[in-house]
């Protein structure tokens, strides 16, 4: 995804971190690979990533996914290329 679908701007290959809510717990996915648009923000990922990220979603609610606790919310670093 090279074009922001919304505005049409550019987008940036980075890493971000991605806060979500996952079974009543506030999580903050580290280290996603993404792809952000320079204009509005908007965030695209790879098909391979949002996989990965359904993974780690299960992982949360069958206790597989290790999370570090930080104060009232986890923090889980993600490992994708
Ligand atoms: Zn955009």
Redesign the pocket.
Known sequence: MEK??????K?KHKKVDIPTKIDDKFIVLKGVPAYV??????IYYDIKVARALEEVEDGVLTGGTKMVRIKNAYEIPLAIA
């Open positions: 922001c679908a919304l505005c049409g701007g987008t648009c320079s204009q509005c923000d908007e």
